[in-house]
């Protein structure tokens, strides 16, 4: 008999989350997958098929993340990717902007795993997300600071919550719909920084990252650690 697992996926309807959603199906396993738009996430569901169920959540309102949970079965992971931010210059942000990272990815990914703590399985593993900047910054202090917390928030939350695994990925700049959907000129100037500024003087592929997130996933020994696939980013 196969058994089949489930995975909570906030963010599954684009970029790193729909790529590990699709991965997940593809092998046999259930995907529970959110994000705030709800186009988005039918569209999302139409492609991953039967094996997919959505439901509408936004991280930064805690009523939303505890239906989302709602009477879910037991879960043998959770993926957090999900998160909407702006990012300023220390001297010129306003408070708000000053904040949203910290709200929608620090704050969204920890309420997160706390609404998702009672569905979670013992053997669960938990993978969050920060990125690059966490260790080298790029001219935005306050999403230095969000990154490097969430990194430390992983360490904390592994301690706290074993045995159930809890790592964080970091990613660089990714070639993704995130990216996609900026004004070309934008996208452009940034992909271009990067290959600078990386050893492996590229982009990141969105398969590579999903390769990433499924490893810490599977990898019963990986715990409480910060993976970054960022192409050699904070050595150069
Ligand atoms: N892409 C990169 O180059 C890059 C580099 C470094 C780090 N990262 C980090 O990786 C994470 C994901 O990146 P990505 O490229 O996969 O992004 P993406 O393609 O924009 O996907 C984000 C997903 O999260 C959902 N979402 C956004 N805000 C949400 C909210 N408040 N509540 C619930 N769902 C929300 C989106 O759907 P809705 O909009 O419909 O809600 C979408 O499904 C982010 O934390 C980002 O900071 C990305």
């Excluded at 039918?42 to 509408?56: C, F, I, K, S």
């Excluded at 996208?187 to 290959?195: D, G, L, M, N």
């Amino acid at each position: 008999m196969t058994i089949q697992r489930t995975y909570a996926i906030i963010g599954g309807t684009s970029g790193m989350g729909f790529g590990v959603a699709r991965r997940l199906v593809d092998r046999g396993d259930r995907v529970l997958i959110g994000g705030r738009d709800q186009g988005r996430l039918q569209h999302a569901a139409g492609v991953l098929g039967e094996r997919a169920t959505t439901r509408v959540v936004d991280v930064t309102d805690r009523a939303t993340l505890s239906s989302f949970f709602s009477k879910a079965p037991p879960l043998s992971g959770l993926f957090t990717p999900a998160a909407s931010y702006q990012t300023g210059s220390f001297r010129d942000a306003s408070p708000e902007i000053a904040a949203s990272p910290f709200h929608s990815k620090f704050w969204g990914q920890y309420w997160t795993v706390h609404a998702a703590l009672p569905y979670l399985a013992p053997t669960s593993g938990i993978v969050l997300v920060s990125g690059a900047a966490s260790v080298r910054p790029l001219g935005s202090a306050s999403y230095t600071a969000c990154n490097a917390a969430i990194e430390g928030l992983a360490r904390g939350l592994a301690t706290e919550l074993a045995p159930i695994r809890v790592n964080c990925l970091s990613p660089g700049t990714i070639d993704s719909e995130l990216w996609r959907m900026r004004p070309s000129n934008i996208r452009e100037a940034a992909f271009s920084t990067w290959e600078d500024l990386t050893l492996s003087g590229r982009v990141a592929l969105l398969d590579e990252i999903v390769d990433a997130a499924l490893f810490l996933l599977d990898n019963a020994n990986m715990n409480g650690t910060t993976l970054y696939c960022d192409g050699g980013y904070a050595l150069r």
